[in-house]
């Protein structure tokens, strides 16, 4: 099992930028594919971007549209969003996941182990 923890919600205004950060631990992390979903109040959990690193492969949700960057700390297991330009439409809580699948998949079931989410809104 890998824990995920999330960190660096917050509160901002349209325009800033935000960086979350995903402590990871448990199997080794260079075979983990760690991804981001967010979900909305009212809304279904959405695919928000993932890094599958012994490949060297990264994926973004359509919305995100050259805004986030996904990325690791090797040194300190740890996986970051950095979100800029963001949007009210960018508010909900965003959680970590890993999968152990051999291709990066949108879908939430293909994601087996997540964190307990970070909240962040950006006001308008």
């Known amino acids: 099992q890998v824990r995920l923890v999330e960190s660096g919600g917050g509160l901002v205004q349209a325009g800033d930028s935000l960086r979350l950060s995903c402590a990871v631990a448990?199997?080794?992390?260079?075979?983990?594919?760690i991804g981001w979903f967010r979900q909305a109040p009212g809304k279904d959990r959405e695919f928000v971007a993932a890094a599958m690193w012994r490949f060297d492969t990264t994926k973004y949700g359509d919305f995100v549209k050259g805004r986030f960057t996904i990325s690791r700390d090797n040194n300190k297991d740890l996986v970051y969003l950095q979100m800029n330009n963001l949007k009210p439409e960018d508010t909900a809580v965003y959680y970590c996941a890993a999968s152990t699948a051999l291709m990066i998949l949108t879908n939430i079931g293909a994601w087996g182990d997540w964190g307990q989410g970070t909240q962040v809104t950006v006001s308008s």
């Open positions: 448990g199997r080794t992390f260079d075979w983990e594919t």
